[in-house]
T-cell receptor
Framework: GNSVTQMEGPVTLSEEAFLTINCTYT??????LFWYVQYPGEGLQLLLK?????DKGSNKGFEATYRKETTSFHLEKGSVQVSDSAVYFC??????????FGKGTRLHILP | NAGVMQNPRHLVRRRGQEARLRCSPM?????VYWYRQLPEEGLKFMVY????????ESGMPKERFSAEFPKEGPSILRIQQVVRGDSAAYFC?????????????FGPGTRLTVL
């Protein structure tokens, strides 16, 4: 079945550091891929998405490229801020109703 | 346009009691999804409903759990005779239509604690 694997946290970085959170997936067909962010005490917000191979999703300085050859969708940001501290979820939608989530990566940014 | 609303935000129940979780989708959305997040885990799909119909309940435990989305009013996730293992955050999402390209909008969640 479809699944998502993402790097375990927590990840701790200093402000202005470069961020990468790895995500790989297993799916039949051509899924859509997503990154969601969950701030403390809140629900999930869609951060960015890509719907086909080689698409790049971007938002708020975050980017991720849909790589079909490596079945990956790594999240990157060139310079993180304290306000980026949150839990980040990689996810996919494979054509049915449900979204399949990774376990989440907790990110701490130190001032 | 108000987002997805869930209440209560926090719910405490003793073992054996019933828990009722409510979800009001975004205005105009007729597709509702329930997900469960166990501690330190990702969200797991439970059930997908349209108005008055359960479309996919493949993620719902076979016993004690039920969901409905009546013609009028919020969607309800009901857990009967709760056990400690039911302690989790329960998230509702809604969408305007359905399909893998359609964004699901998530509510803030209900955190259920079973004593």
């Amino acid at each position: 079945g479809n699944s998502v694997t993402q790097m375990e946290g927590p990840v701790t970085l200093s402000e202005e550091a470069f961020l990468t959170i790895n995500c790989t997936y297993t799916a039949t067909g051509y899924p859509s891929l997503f990154w969601y962010v969950q701030y403390p005490g809140e629900g999930l917000q869609l951060l960015l998405k890509a719907t086909k191979a080689d698409d790049k999703g971007s938002n708020k300085g975050f980017e991720a490229t849909y790589r079909k050859e490596t079945t990956s969708f790594h999240l990157e940001k060139g310079s993180v801020q304290v306000s980026d501290s949150a839990v980040y979820f990689c996810a996919l939608s494979g054509g049915d109703d449900k979204i399949i989530f990774g376990k989440g990566t907790r990110l701490h940014i130190l001032p | 346009n108000a987002g997805v609303m869930q209440n209560p935000r926090h719910l405490v129940r003793r073992r054996g009691q019933e828990a009722r979780l409510r979800c009001s989708p975004m205005k105009g959305h007729s597709h509702v999804y329930w997900y469960r997040q166990l501690p330190e885990e990702g969200l797991k799909f439970m059930v997908y409903l349209q108005k008055e119909n359960i479309i996919d309940e493949s993620g719902m435990p076979k016993e004690r759990f039920s969901a409905e989305f009546p013609k009028e009013g919020p969607s309800i996730l009901r857990i009967q005779q709760v056990v400690r293992g039911d302690s989790a955050a329960y998230f509702c999402a809604s969408s305007l239509t359905t399909g893998q390209l359609v964004e699901q909008f998530f509510g803030p969640g209900t955190r259920l604690t079973v004593l």
